[in-house]
């Protein structure tokens, strides 16, 4: 599998460096990725594409 690169500012990289850090995670983007793997599965779960724009919607994603 590939690698791909996202950029993320300032303040929020720090964020995720310090709770990376303090989670035990070995860098940020591990973190990172378990993260996003975490969010994708609970999306995953829900039944129709409708009910996922909803959940986006209300996590602030889309609008």
């Keep these: 599998m590939g690698?791909?690169?996202v950029k993320?500012?300032?303040a929020l990289l720090e964020?995720?460096?310090k709770f990376a850090e303090?989670?035990?995670y070995s860098s940020a983007?591990?973190?990172v990725t378990?993260?996003?793997e975490k969010e994708i599965a609970k999306l995953?779960?829900?039944d129709s594409e409708?009910?996922?724009k909803k959940k986006l919607k209300g996590l602030g994603y889309i609008s």
């Design 3 to 5: 690698k791909a690169k």
């Design 8 to 10: 993320l500012d300032k």
């Design 15 to 17: 964020k995720v460096k």
């Design 22 to 24: 303090l989670s035990g």
């Design 29 to 31: 983007e591990e973190f």
């Design 34 to 36: 378990h993260c996003l």
């Design 44 to 46: 995953e779960e829900s």
């Design 50 to 52: 409708e009910e996922i």
